[in-house]
Every structure is written in structure tokens, then in C-alpha cells.
């Protein structure tokens, strides 16, 4: 993995922020976050393996691994997670919660598909038929994604613009952990953990996401026992995008009523 930090610098006493992008993006997408929260966050920015600048790194797309991994260089921090990389930060607040201070789950079900109980998800078919036009027209499936991901926004296109601007800046993902990612949104479900999820959690859903539907994100917060949901009217799947301030304040917010850290004496 590769980790950038910007923003305040690390000590001078300004909570700190994990980001962690979503499948066949890398740390790049969230600069509208990095401007806005820069100044009040010390913000670490993941590039998954596979990914941006860590896109000859082959270490498995295993969101419980990356975790431990993470919360070892990254401790003491809120982690915010957009869609797949939701997965992760999942798997730091419910397995590391001494180490992580809350969740920022952004457009990141517990479960991506649907199910006879969870009717808040696509369909199977839609991550399976990525991975086969992956092997058929790999540029032209990811725009093709990327339009699904602006698709629905107020701004949707301005959204594209700045995705298709930004998605290829570090070099295309590595097809082997496309494939991966897209096992993971198949297969992924943690619902019957979230009850014992221990760190306050905030679920930012936008309510024209055309990949998460709008009533994934308050009903994970229902599971978990410090969960609430804020719902963006006019945002799609991507909402640090079209609606930043909206989505930079709901953090602060969030992150200002987290209790404070343990003093060691």
C-alpha cells in the first residue's frame, strides 16, 4: 500500500483522518476533501494494492489483512471509507477498535448486493458483468463506471469530468485486483457483525446513488449501536464530489463530538 499525508502536519495536535478510495480509484479522488478539511485534519491517503501509486504492490484485495496492516501505521485515527474502501475501515473499527477513534462510512454498504432480507442492493449480476467486460474492453469498462458513479448527481456532469480528469492520473489499477474488488462487492457482508461495532460510526449516503440505494446506508446505521446516517438529497455515489462542504461538514461535525483520547500517565 502507499500512504500519503497531507494537511496539518502529524503532532500538531488536529485529529487524524484515514481515507480509503473506492474500487478501481486510488487516494487522488478525495482532493476535494483534502482542500476543504486540510487545514483542521492530519489526513492520510490509501492507495490500495493494485491501485494509484501502489499499483505494483500484489498483496490480496483482503480487507481483514489490509486493516491489521493499516492500523498499525495509521493509529489513533478516524478512518473514512468510500464504497470498497468502506470494506477496510470496516474491518479496523470492528477488529481494532482500541485503534480506531470512529467510522466515516461514504456511499459503503455492509452488503452491496441483495438478499431475501436486504433489499437495499444491486443486483449480483451488475459486479459479474464488470468483470467479464473487464476482459473484453478494460479502458472502456472503467468509464463506463465512472458514469455509473456520477450517474444520478445534481452535478453529474461535473462529477464525470472530475472523475474521468483524475481516475488515470496514477496509471490504470491492476486488472488482477479489479477482479478481486469486484469479488469482494459480491460476496462481502458483515450486517450480523455491526452490533457489536464499539466506535461511533457516521454513513453518508447520497440519495440518487445509483450503485448503493438510498435505504443501505441508514439501515446499517440502525444495526450499529453508536451508527447514524445523513442522507445528501442531491448527491449520487460519489458525494465528497458534488456536494463537498456538505460532506466535509457532517465530518467535522462527527469528529467533534467523538470523546476524547485516552491520556497515558
Same mark, same amino acid.
Given at each position: 500500500m502507499y500512504i500519503e499525508t497531507a494537511g496539518a502536519p502529524a503532532g500538531s495536535g488536529r !485529529? =487524524? /483522518?484515514?481515507l480509503i478510495h473506492g474500487w478501481a480509484m486510488h487516494a487522488g479522488l478525495f482532493a476535494p476533501l483534502v482542500e476543504r478539511l486540510g487545514e483542521a485534519f492530519t489526513l492520510h491517503l #490509501?492507495?490500495?494494492? $493494485?491501485h494509484g501509486y501502489? @499499483? %505494483?504492490?500484489?498483496? *490480496?484485495?483482503? !480487507?481483514k489483512a489490509l486493516a491489521a496492516d493499516l492500523v498499525q501505521r495509521i493509529p489513533d485515527a478516524h478512518w473514512l471509507g468510500w464504497s470498497l474502501g468502506g470494506q477496510v475501515a470496516l474491518r479496523a473499527g470492528l477488529d481494532h477498535p482500541e485503534r480506531v477513534r470512529g467510522l466515516i /462510512?461514504? =456511499?459503503?454498504? *455492509? @452488503? +452491496? #448486493?441483495v438478499g431475501d432480507d436486504w433489499p437495499h442492493g444491486v443486483q449480483p449480476s451488475l459486479f459479474r458483468n464488470f468483470g467479464e467486460a473487464l476482459g473484453r474492453d478494460f479502458r472502456g469498462t472503467l468509464e463506463g463506471f465512472l458514469a455509473l458513479e456520477a450517474l444520478g448527481s445534481a452535478k453529474a456532469q461535473e462529477e464525470l469530468r472530475h472523475l474521468r480528469q483524475l481516475? +488515470? %492520473? @496514477? $496509471?490504470? *489499477? &491492476?486488472? @488482477?485486483a479489479l477482479q478481486e474488488g469486484l469479488v469482494l462487492l459480491d460476496e +462481502?457482508? #458483515?450486517? &450480523?457483525e455491526l452490533p457489536r461495532l464499539r466506535v461511533p460510526s457516521l454513513w453518508i449516503s447520497g440519495r440518487r446513488d445509483r450503485l448503493v440505494p438510498a435505504g443501505a446506508m441508514p439501515a446499517a446505521a440502525a444495526l450499529a449501536p453508536r451508527g447514524r446516517s445523513e442522507v445528501i438529497a442531491s448527491a449520487g455515489h460519489a458525494p465528497f464530489l458534488g456536494a463537498t462542504d456538505e460532506v466535509a461538514a457532517a465530518i467535522e461535525a462527527f469528529v467533534a463530538q467523538a470523546p &476524547? *483520547? =485516552?491520556v497515558a500517565v
Amino acid at each position: 500500500m502507499y500512504i500519503e499525508t497531507a494537511g496539518a502536519p502529524a503532532g500538531s495536535g488536529r !485529529p =487524524a /483522518l484515514a481515507l480509503i478510495h473506492g474500487w478501481a480509484m486510488h487516494a487522488g479522488l478525495f482532493a476535494p476533501l483534502v482542500e476543504r478539511l486540510g487545514e483542521a485534519f492530519t489526513l492520510h491517503l #490509501v492507495d490500495l494494492p $493494485g491501485h494509484g501509486y501502489a @499499483r %505494483e504492490d500484489a498483496t *490480496p484485495l483482503d !480487507p481483514k489483512a489490509l486493516a491489521a496492516d493499516l492500523v498499525q501505521r495509521i493509529p489513533d485515527a478516524h478512518w473514512l471509507g468510500w464504497s470498497l474502501g468502506g470494506q477496510v475501515a470496516l474491518r479496523a473499527g470492528l477488529d481494532h477498535p482500541e485503534r480506531v477513534r470512529g467510522l466515516i /462510512l461514504i =456511499a459503503s454498504s *455492509p @452488503r +452491496f #448486493v441483495v438478499g431475501d432480507d436486504w433489499p437495499h442492493g444491486v443486483q449480483p449480476s451488475l459486479f459479474r458483468n464488470f468483470g467479464e467486460a473487464l476482459g473484453r474492453d478494460f479502458r472502456g469498462t472503467l468509464e463506463g463506471f465512472l458514469a455509473l458513479e456520477a450517474l444520478g448527481s445534481a452535478k453529474a456532469q461535473e462529477e464525470l469530468r472530475h472523475l474521468r480528469q483524475l481516475a +488515470f %492520473e @496514477r $496509471g490504470d *489499477p &491492476a486488472p @488482477r485486483a479489479l477482479q478481486e474488488g469486484l469479488v469482494l462487492l459480491d460476496e +462481502f457482508d #458483515v450486517r &450480523a457483525e455491526l452490533p457489536r461495532l464499539r466506535v461511533p460510526s457516521l454513513w453518508i449516503s447520497g440519495r440518487r446513488d445509483r450503485l448503493v440505494p438510498a435505504g443501505a446506508m441508514p439501515a446499517a446505521a440502525a444495526l450499529a449501536p453508536r451508527g447514524r446516517s445523513e442522507v445528501i438529497a442531491s448527491a449520487g455515489h460519489a458525494p465528497f464530489l458534488g456536494a463537498t462542504d456538505e460532506v466535509a461538514a457532517a465530518i467535522e461535525a462527527f469528529v467533534a463530538q467523538a470523546p &476524547a *483520547p =485516552a491520556v497515558a500517565v
